[in-house]
């Protein structure tokens, strides 16, 4: 046998060693972790039927609080109430008598204030009425008068020989004359 | 209306140098108008004469202006020339057309609104009369309007006398509306 076989097995040999070296420590380790975990896990089990039996225990004893609780709530919510809809009511009355009070007021001063209005517009067309009639009483007057001074002109006007034209002139310079528009 | 008088006369001669007694040559020309359209034509005809009136002729001024007008103001120019009171030399002559023209203008006017179309007849008394109570003569500006009716209305110097029968009229039918109300 020659020395690099030699030493090839050899190494081949440690190497098999350490394997079964490192085997065997693994072993021991799961076997000590397999005895640590079923403690764990009983530990775990009486913590779970710990933590039921408490939750239990709160549970009831929230419930009979909470019903003391609102046993008594429910009471003074009801006199709460009671009162509250007894002191709406009242204040509800006292209003509906206020706003009573006070349409009847609008009522009587609308009156007052339509009565007062229709006085006004009365007096107002009143008035209206009569300067309307005024007015075309004038205009009438007017047309009346301008009728009656043009027919009066072309009566006059054709009735008036030349001479009383010529007469009516010389009275007229005599009265501008006394008008004493020549000084 | 003598001081008046007076005052128009000294104002002639201010006027005129050449004419002896102004006032007295140019009463024929004012007496022959007495309304505002007889004053425009006999200013129309002076006018006249006085630009085309000395071109070379000698003479009076009747004698000069027959050749370019035939109009009735030389028989005025002829009266005032038998008169003597017409100047003798030309210079003397065109001054005393001048002066006529700027005296006529002077005249005081009477603006009469009346209802009918006057005859000149009438116009002519209408004019002497005003010019007697004026105290100098005074021409007519007549306007007519038919709707005065009857009478007349006077403006002189900014005064007016209104006597018509329009207005007669009116006042009649006031009072007679005032008196059925």
């Known amino acids: 046998m020659d020395l690099p076989n030699l030493n090839q097995n050899l190494v081949n040999v440690i190497s098999l060693g350490v394997s079964l070296l490192t085997f065997v420590l693994v072993l021991a380790l799961l076997y000590k972790n397999s005895k640590n975990y079923s403690n764990e896990e009983k530990f775990l089990a009486a913590d779970n039927h710990f933590r039921e039996h408490l ?27 009671e009162k509250f809809i007894r002191e709406l009511s009242d204040l509800s009355s006292a209003k509906g008598r206020e706003i009573a009070a006070f349409v009847q007021k609008s009522e009587q001063e609308q009156v007052k204030e339509s009565q007062f209005f229709v006085a006004n517009m009365l007096s107002k067309a009143e008035k209206e009425v009569e300067e309307y009639k005024k007015n075309k009483l004038g205009k009438v007057d007017t ?41 | 209306m003598i001081q008046e008088k007076v005052s128009r006369v000294s104002k002639a001669s201010q006027v005129s140098s050449v004419t002896a007694n102004p006032e007295i040559a140019f009463k024929p020309f004012e007496n022959s108008i007495y309304d505002l359209r007889g004053y425009l034509r006999m200013n129309d005809d002076l006018e006249l004469i006085e630009r085309s009136l000395f071109r070379g002729k000698e003479g009076t001024i009747s004698f000069k202006a027959r050749d370019f007008t035939t109009s009735s103001i030389i ?25 006529l023209i700027v005296y006529l203008k002077t005249l005081p006017i009477l603006k009469i609104t009346l209802a009918f179309s006057p005859t000149n007849t009438f116009l002519e008394r209408l004019g002497n009369q005003v010019s007697t109570i004026v105290g100098t003569k005074t021409l007519l500006d007549v306007v007519v309007d038919e709707f005065i009716v009857g009478g007349a209305i006077f403006e002189f110097k900014g005064k007016i006398s209104k006597h018509t029968l329009d207005e007669e009229l009116e006042g009649v039918l006031a009072r007679s509306v005032v008196g059925s109300q």
């Not at chain 1, 549970?59 to 003074?76: F, M, P, Y």
């Open chain 2, 75 to 99: 028989n005025l120019f002829e009266d005032i020339e038998k008169a003597g009171l017409e100047p003798p030399t030309d210079q003397k002559q065109k001054k005393f057309l001048q002066d």
């Open chain 1, 55 to 81: 939750s239990k225990k709160i549970e009831e004893l929230a419930v009979s609080t909470i019903s003391e609780i609102t046993s008594d709530s429910s009471d003074r919510v009801e006199k709460e109430v």
């Open chain 1, 143 to 183: 047309q009346i008068r301008e009728i009656v001074i043009s027919a009066a002109r072309e009566v006059i006007g054709r009735a008036i020989s030349l001479s009383e034209h010529e007469d009516l002139v010389n009275k007229a310079l005599e009265k501008a004359k006394k008008d004493q528009i020549f000084t």
